[in-house]
């Protein structure tokens, strides 16, 4: 060796040993012992298959299963013919009655859909998506499971892998709905482990929705649920007037005032017979209920003295009715012989912040405050109705028991309304169109999950009709049931 030379190994030789199934080594008797076992083995994994498939695309299936049977018996001509006639019939169906062809044909979207775009890239979409995970080098992919079209939403379940949360795909929800070509992508939990995926393609709330007819009968109003519109999955959205307080956030021009009144018209038989009373608070000077003033057994068209009064007096009566109550009955009922009382506030913020007089605007905020809070067992509710929903001008926005955000400024503004991380679930109520007002996402106490709806929309002549109504001294006024022989089902505290 050289002077001043070091020695260095020989790099280690660079080439994988081929590796053998494990039982590629095992003795040839062995190996027959164990063939009849991978055998039965081989048959349930094509069997678990099969069924698999039956399962996703069972009119895929039977359709195949037709054909070959009229392929057997009539060979290709009689499979030919039959396919044209079916082809022809739905071409026929399509052209006659859109709609019902749309509807009754939804699982052949359903089966495309999930073979073609779905499960044809469900893969490549979850790695780049970094949905995917790895453990022991072993790459885990989160499930497709069962897909649902409807035409303007295509649903789509996903069994998470181990250590997902639904967290991680509403942060991904974003580039899911640019990945499967739709409009948005919002994400619900169905169980445990298992999240549903909705796509969506268009609005079905684009079209404005005249109000029902006005109620004949106080039967027909249940407090507790009332239909002022519906919801983006066509079931009617029922609002909890009794037991609940309504906070509905919106710019200008987002339809608040349709709210409020589909609200009124359909309690109308009840303020007309007098089971429901109703206080009104419009600090523009009477523009939006000095529409209908007949609904309001009290109204202040300003946010001065009067209306702070209103407030006050109406929050002694809370007090007063929950002291009566008490010992007696836990929950107002029409039985109970007193009126339910519902304060509506057309700019909630006039009363409670935008108050140039300190002292009005604290005695405002406490009587609100004693309204909301003590009010639901008494039979009291509030419907009141803001533009800017900041802590500052709405500090006590939790007491409000639903919270409906209708077209919002900004993404921030959502979650003032609706709970911290109600966005992230796809209520995206700041991307409303202005095309589209009385949209609305609702999210009520208690359920997870928020809605989207759209309000009834009373037009100036449905206004004048309602008038008529509630002020028709025709009508029957119902004699409250006698107070102490009432057996009302109120349960005693
Ligand atoms: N549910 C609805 N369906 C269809 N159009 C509606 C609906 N609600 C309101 N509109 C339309 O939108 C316009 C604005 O509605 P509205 O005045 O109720 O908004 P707003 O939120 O009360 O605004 P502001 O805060 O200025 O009073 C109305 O002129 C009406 O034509």
């Known amino acids: 060796m050289r002077a001043g030379s070091r020695w260095v190994d020989p790099a280690p030789l660079e080439v994988a040993r081929p590796r053998l199934p494990w039982w590629t080594m095992l003795p040839g008797k062995v190996k027959l012992v164990l063939l009849p076992v991978v055998l039965v083995g081989l048959l349930v994994w094509a069997l678990a298959h099969l069924a698999r498939l039956v399962w996703y695309y069972p009119v895929t299936?039977?359709?195949?299963?037709?054909?070959?049977?009229?392929?057997?018996?009539?060979?290709?001509?009689?499979?030919?013919?039959?396919?044209?006639?079916?082809a022809l019939g739905g071409f026929i169906w399509w052209w006659r009655d859109t709609d019902s062809f749309h509807r009754r044909i939804r699982w052949a979207r359903t089966e495309y859909r999930r073979t073609a775009l779905y499960a044809y890239q469900w893969r490549t979409v979850m790695r780049l998506a970094n949905l995917t995970g790895t453990a022991k080098g072993k790459e885990h992919l989160p499930k497709l499971k069962?897909?649902?079209?409807?035409?303007?939403?295509?649903?789509?379940?996903?069994?998470?892998?181990?250590?997902?949360?639904?967290?991680?795909?509403?942060?991904?929800a974003s580039g899911l709905a640019h990945s499967?070509?739709?409009?948005?992508?919002?994400?619900?939990?169905?169980?445990?482990?298992?999240?549903?995926?909705?796509?969506?393609?268009?609005?079905?709330?684009?079209?404005?929705?005249?109000?029902?007819?006005?109620?004949?009968?106080?039967?027909?109003?249940?407090?507790?649920?009332?239909?002022?519109?519906?919801?983006?999955?066509?079931?009617?959205?029922?609002?909890?007037?009794?037991?609940?307080?309504?906070?509905?956030?919106?710019?200008q021009g987002a339809g608040k005032g349709s709210l409020l009144w589909a609200v009124l018209w359909k309690i109308a038989p009840?303020?007309?017979?007098?089971?429901?009373?109703?206080?009104g608070i419009d600090p523009k000077g009477g523009m939006e209920l000095g529409q209908a003033p007949e609904l309001f057994d009290q109204v202040a068209y300003d946010n001065g003295e009067k209306a702070v009064a209103l407030l006050e007096s109406m929050a002694v009566e809370v007090r007063e009715r929950a002291a009566r109550f008490r010992g007696i009955r836990r929950f107002w009922t029409p039985a109970s012989g007193e009126p339910f009382v519902l304060l509506v506030v057309d700019e909630l913020a006039d009363v409670i912040a935008y108050q140039t007089d300190k002292r009005l605007k604290e005695r405002a905020q406490a009587a609100l405050q004693t309204i909301t809070s003590q009010g639901r067992a008494p039979g009291f509710g509030v419907l009141a109705l803001v533009q800017d929903p900041r802590k500052e001008i709405v500090p006590f926005r939790n007491l409000f028991t639903t919270?409906?955000?209708?077209?919002?400024?900004?993404?921030?503004?959502?979650?003032?309304?609706?709970?911290?991380?109600?966005?992230?679930?796809g209520a995206n109520a700041h991307e409303i169109p202005e095309s589209t007002p009385g949209v609305a996402w609702v999210k009520e106490d208690g359920r997870r999950h928020p809605v989207r709806a759209r309000a009834f929309y009373p037009t100036d002549t449905n206004l004048i009709e309602l008038r008529h109504y509630v002020s028709d001294t025709s009508a029957t006024v119902l004699p409250f049931p006698d107070n102490t022989s009432a057996t009302d089902g109120g349960s005693a505290a």
């Open 146 to 172: 069962r897909t649902r079209s409807e035409g303007w939403r295509d649903l789509v379940r996903v069994r998470l892998i181990k250590g997902q949360a639904p967290e991680h795909w509403e942060a991904h």
């Open 270 to 279: 009840l303020i007309r017979s007098g089971l429901v009373k109703v206080y």
């Open 61 to 86: 299936v039977v359709l195949a299963l037709v054909a070959a049977v009229l392929y057997r018996a009539g060979g290709h001509w009689w499979l030919g013919g039959v396919a044209l006639a079916l």
């Open 180 to 251: 499967f070509r739709a409009n948005s992508c919002r994400v619900r939990v169905v169980k445990p482990g298992t999240v549903e995926l909705d796509f969506i393609h268009s609005d079905p709330l684009a079209a404005v929705l005249p109000v029902p007819e006005l109620a004949t009968d106080e039967s027909s109003v249940d407090l507790r649920k009332v239909t002022i519109g519906r919801t983006e999955t066509g079931k009617p959205w029922r609002l909890k007037l009794l037991g609940g307080q309504l906070l509905g956030v919106g710019v």
């Open 403 to 425: 919270r409906i955000a209708m077209r919002l400024d900004e993404a921030a503004q959502v979650d003032m309304v609706l709970g911290d991380g109600v966005r992230a679930r």
